[in-house]
């Protein structure tokens, strides 16, 4: 079966890492670094996928395929061009019949923002 070709054109996304920028002794105060900006292909998030993410009181706010890389986690935040919010990346996906290779983010917006380093 052919690998089917992937484009990248709806915008682009920065994935930050969350770190501690505290002083010794002091109460952690968490930020963001920058880890790397993304290309991305909106995708539709699915009526299954929704209904999933409801049962266990979650939801889906950006579903969003970049070229994979090994360093994006469920511990990163996503700041997407589509309208610059903070979201918590809940799931990383990797589809074996798309090449180059790619990840599909899952993402949900956040409720406090945490600042950037």
Do not use: H, W
Request: charged content about 25%; glycine content about 6%; proline content about 9%.
């Amino acid at each position: 079966m052919p690998l089917k070709p992937q484009p990248f054109n709806d915008g682009i996304v920065a994935i930050y890492g969350i770190s501690s920028t505290a002083d010794p002794g002091e109460a952690p105060v968490d930020k963001l670094t920058f880890k790397e900006s993304l290309r991305f292909n909106r995708r539709t998030v699915g009526v299954q996928r929704q209904y999933l993410a409801m049962q266990v009181n979650a939801r889906i706010d950006y579903l969003l395929r970049c070229p994979y890389r090994r360093d994006v986690s469920t511990f990163d935040v996503a700041i997407p061009t589509l309208d610059g919010q903070q979201y918590r990346i809940t799931a990383v996906q990797v589809p074996e019949d798309i090449q180059p290779p790619v990840m599909d983010l899952t993402l949900e917006k956040l409720e406090a923002y945490y600042g950037l380093s």
